[in-house]
């Protein structure tokens, strides 16, 4: 499928899913670009990106994630990007930042818990953020905390899976006074490229506009994205939040 790959900001071609198509095949974790590898789902999160901060080659923009083909590919477009691991493991980081140096990336992984970011508030123009906020406990504490390094008028974007037809949002774990992990329910665990899955605390609902602004965001959108023009021919939610 060809078209126009908004990571590499170039004309590209889309893959096809490697098991082929079936019927219940979804693009939004598929079509990887030919050059970046970047799928569906990046594409339309970047192109909400570039649209939202039209000097991204000079932003200062921190993504919540480091040992990914993602950041590799956002590095050569975005000058001061800054992204991160939720490792605390120093082996572990040297190895993610070894297998990082292997495909021509010299970035040390560095850890931040998105609960309480190492950042001077007010320091950085947007803030990325791909199905991560769904694992972590306390997910309003996460969207304070990247309001606080926003500066006013910065922006986040973020993609979760999303419960489009849920008005609330939904715990189905968390941790207990004790310090223990709690589920309710069967244990619901998603593939995660750094380790061997995590468990998912939240089926995020229409709520989540409204705790965005309770984190301190001025204005907080639901975005349904699709063109097929960028490879993204399913129709994907996306998160847009302006501080
Ligand atoms: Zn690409």
Redesign the pocket.
Known sequence: MPGH?P??A?P?RFLPPLGGVQADTSFRESLH?E????ISRH?AAVAVLAEAVPDLPRARVYITEQASLLFM?LRKRIGKLEGSEFVRSLRRRHALSAWMLAQGCRSYVRFQDVTALSFRAGSKDAVVSFDVLEHVPDYRKALREFARVLKPGGVLVMTVPFYAASASSETIAYVDREGKLQTLGPPEYHGDPVSQGVLCFHHLGWDLLAEMRAAGFAEAEALRVSDAGQGIPEPLWLFRARR
């Open positions: 790959c990571v590499c170039a590209r670009c050059t970046c590898r970047c594409r590919a």
